[in-house]
Antibody, heavy 122, light 112 residues
């Protein structure tokens, strides 16, 4: 059963860069069947899709509201993909999830990682 | 961006009884073949969201048949035929149309 696990610092200072990694339990990240995405959850905004990537990272898609600050990349040799969010503020505080994204047709996210809490504070 | 609106935002249910959650989208989620690009997720307390329903009415693997999804266009419903204690949590709808951004409803908290 596929499992995803987020990792990274739980505390980031304002104006700095948030960096998280999602480890995938098998090598399915190497095939081009699925997308791989990041979603966050904050009290103020609920669930918010951040971005997704596909095709070894050749294709990336970002939420327009975050696009200027987000980079998602993949390292297929390590079975993981990563999120970078620059110039963070308190509004970026929340639980960050990674997930596999599939097309049925119709996009869905499953499974999700357990999530990692990131707090932006000095 | 497609805006997803759920109602009610909270629901108190009795075990064994039925429950229903509504989700409306600001744009049609139907394609020309009649497929509905709408998912439902359940986030149990202290856990991450899990996929319950995709394509409007298809149960994900392992999801009990007491969960059913229906609707088309901009109006969708998730029904739980007989609520059990393990069904408590927050239910989210999400639109999964071809092009991003993909967006979620605000969530409906179900309590017993």
């Amino acid at each position: 059963q596929l499992q995803l696990q987020e990792s990274g610092p739980g505390l980031v200072k304002p104006s700095e860069t948030l960096s998280l990694t999602c480890s995938v339990s098998d090598d399915s990240i190497n095939n081009n069947t699925y997308y791989w995405g990041w979603i966050r959850q904050s009290p103020g905004k609920g669930l918010e899709w951040i971005g997704s990537l596909y095709n070894g990272g050749v294709n990336t898609y970002y939420n327009p509201s975050l696009k200027s600050r987000v980079t998602i990349s993949i390292d297929t040799s390590k079975n993981h993909f990563s999120l970078m969010l620059t110039s963070v503020t308190a509004a970026d505080t929340g639980v960050y999830y990674c997930a596999r994204q599939g097309w049925s047709p119709g996009w869905w996210f499953a499974p999700w990682g357990q999530g990692t809490l990131v707090t932006v504070s000095s | 961006e497609i805006v997803m609106t759920q109602s009610p935002l909270s629901l108190l249910v009795t075990p064994g009884e039925a429950a229903s959650i509504s989700c409306r989208s600001s744009q049609s989620l139907s394609d020309r073949n009649g497929k509905q690009y709408l998912d439902w997720y359940l986030q149990r307390p202290g856990t991450s969201p899990q996929l319950l329903i995709y394509l409007g009415s298809n149960r994900a693997s392992g999801v009990p048949d007491r969960f059913s999804g229906s609707g088309s266009g901009t109006d969708f419903t998730l029904k739980i035929s007989r609520v059990e204690a393990e069904d408590v949590g927050i239910y989210y709808c999400m639109q999964g149309v071809r092009n991003p951004p993909w967006t979620f409803g605000q969530g409906t908290k179900v309590e017993i």
